[in-house]
């Protein structure tokens, strides 16, 4: 069986399905009839020898042979959309595009204010979806064009996957002025006076130990979390009203006027990576949106 035998739209249909794992789904994303989408499931079947896939009460699973030609076929779908779209000429002032962008509460708040301003002054008509994806989720996101581009730490690793450096991490302990526990004029703490600090947390985790108490578990120590929440933005309001430390990224911490104290402790380096499937490379509204990004986050620390 030759490729050129076989009609290129029932590859597009088998990798909504892929991604769907519903028929109903798969037809109102392509605006077809559901039987459409099961003539072309039939057709691709009888010209692939194979049923790629299996109807259950879990949804359409993929045999082996659907598992094995998918990364292909999905990579020639966005080799063909990225050749289409380099014959465009990309304008901010005149693009309707939607970016779909997944990153930390903490890496919105201090990119999409910038950004929004960028917008409004060149690119009024451009939207900006921010949500979180797992990491486990983000290369298969980026690989079928769920997402435009991902922030996260740096350990993603695929071939697919193009990444650069945007900042570096350097974590403090951050408690309120005029605390009991803080000398004036401290500027760094002993793992002594470290331990006897009440301490909030910010993790996405519900259990085992974040980055921070892995490294103190390497010590032998433990500290005592009195509070645990998974976003960041209420985490400066209760550390200002209350006796509790927080230990984050120092760029997570600038706009707040609490005291900034050196950890007694070295924590490993993370960083933030900007990452895209190598498809979108030569996009022109891809490199636009990775230029916004990085001129702002490179540019918003000290």
Known sequence: MRSFNVDLNLFIVFDAIYMKRNLTRVAEQLCITQPAVSNAL???????????????????????????IHCRISEALHLLDSSILERDIFSPEASTKV??????????????????????????????????VPRKDVIKELTNGNL????????LEDTQIKHCHLIDTHYVCMVRKNHPLVKP???????????????????????????????????GVQRTIQMKVEHLLIAAKIVMQSDLAFTSPDHNLQEYNGTMLNLPFNMPYQGWHLYWHRNAEEDKANRW???QITEILTSSLP
């Not at 509460?105 to 929004?116: F, G």
């Not at 409004?120 to 979180?132: D, E, G, L, V």
């Open 42 to 68: 039939n057709r691709l079947r009888n010209a692939l020898n194979d049923p790629l896939f299996i109807s259950t009460s879990e949804g359409m699973i993929p045999t082996p042979t659907a598992n094995n």
């Open 99 to 132: 970016f779909r962008v997944s990153m930390y509460d903490a890496v919105e708040y201090l990119l999409l204010p910038r950004l929004s301003e960028i917008l409004h002054a060149t690119a009024p008509n451009i939207s900006i979806n921010s949500y979180f």
């Open 148 to 155: 435009d581009v991902a922030i996260d730490i740096p350990l």
């Open 185 to 219: 004029r401290q500027r760094t703490l002993t793992i002594k006076d470290y331990l006897k600090l009440k301490h909030f947390d910010v993790t996405s985790q519900r259990h085992g130990p974040g980055v921070v108490d892995a490294e103190l578990n390497k010590m």
């Open 289 to 291: 949106l990775r230029q």
